[in-house]
């Protein structure tokens, strides 16, 4: 935090207190609007074995010490996702989670070590009414906040319009003039030199080590993203197949999988997909994320082998997950996450 004095200091909280008791406002106002669709609110243990297989999520480990003096590895969960998966499982129809996911080595005006996810499935339905759903919650949170605009840094979007739509291969066309789906193959295979190629012609940097997902993301966060949620917010859909592990495949193009991300104000709120319950496919993409982390990072994380037996009886469903914090700051108005979260982690560097 930029000021000096502690977030626990009067003069501070009295500051921070109206956007956390707006805070307080939208969470009450998400647990009615899921209570009144028949969505159940579950609590999923923050303690896994298995903390995610995403290549570059890194996670908080600990270890349990049992009695008999064995010990267990165990992770602080980043998303509850593992969790309800099992619960949809289960029998479950509709389901939501609001509560504090954790994620290791992010720290920034939009990134905190905790946060609040809220993470929300649909049984029987396709991502498409995932889409409704946010247009319906940005609503929700301007109307609990009492604005008609939200609004991030220099950027402004309008929280009831309608939320534009436009595809991965569009974007990149229309924002960096690459045919990102040529250098993608049906079923993931990917054309690393031929993106690079392309890359190198924006003048964007480029190293002989970066693999074709590192150039998919630099072009997404300097040339897409920022034009992404100006005006009203933008679903950006149908995401190459190599950067949706968790998403099926479209029926409609084997290279790209039912996959969205919600934009508002440039800002990246919510992830949703249409679930993919193909346990040996879902396995083989976990173990080439955990290839991919070796290989950067030096360590993999284990399989949470109960959640990939558990998709032989999950339902076709979708799912989504939208940050709670995010969603706030741009209700009110704010700057930093942390000027949203009651009690933020201390920063021992400050």
Not at 166 to 171: G, L, P, Q
């Amino acid at each position: 935090m930029t000021d000096a004095s502690p977030w626990w200091a009067s003069h501070v909280h009295a500051d921070r207190r109206p956007r956390l008791m707006l805070r307080n406002a939208l969470s009450g106002a998400l647990r009615a609007w899921f209570a009144s669709r028949d969505f159940v609110e579950i609590e999923a243990g923050a303690l896994q074995v298995s903390p995610g297989n995403e290549a570059h999520l890194a996670a908080f480990a600990t270890v349990e010490a049992r009695s008999d003096g064995t010990q267990q590895p165990l992770y602080l969960h980043t998303s509850p996702e593992f969790a309800c998966k099992k619960l949809l499982a289960a029998g479950e129809p509709r389901l939501f989670s609001l509560a504090p996911v954790y994620r290791n080595g992010e720290r920034s005006a939009l990134h905190h070590p905790a946060f609040t996810m809220l993470e929300w499935y649909r049984a029987g339905e396709t991502y498409e009414a995932l889409m409704r759903d946010c247009a319906a919650l940005l609503a929700l949170a301007a109307d609990t906040a009492g604005v008609r605009r939200f609004a991030f840094r220099d950027r402004r979007a309008d929280p009831y319009f309608e939320p534009a739509r436009i595809s991965v291969a569009e974007a990149f066309q229309l924002f960096a003039g690459i045919d990102i789906l040529a250098s993608v193959e049906p079923g993931g295979a990917t054309d690393r030199d031929r993106l690079a190629a392309a890359v190198r012609a924006l003048e964007l940097r480029t190293a002989p080590d970066d693999t074709w997902a590192d150039l998919f993301s630099r072009v997404l966060t300097e040339r897409i993203e920022p034009r992404l949620g100006q005006g009203r917010a933008t679903i950006l859909y149908d995401y190459p197949v190599p950067e949706a592990a968790l998403a099926r495949v479209s029926a409609r193009d084997p290279r790209v999988a039912e996959r969205f991300e919600l934009y508002c104000c440039g800002v990246e709120l919510a992830n949703g997909f249409g679930e993919l319950t193909d346990a040996a496919e879902q396995r083989r993409r976990f173990t080439a994320e955990m290839d991919e982390r070796e290989r950067v990072y030096g360590e993999r994380y284990p399989l949470d082998e109960d959640f990939l037996t558990a998709l032989g009886a999950m339902p076709e469903a979708s799912g989504i997950a939208l940050g709670f914090d995010r969603l706030v700051m741009l209700a009110a108005g704010a700057l930093r996450i942390e000027d949203v979260i009651w009690t933020p982690v201390a920063d021992l560097r400050s």
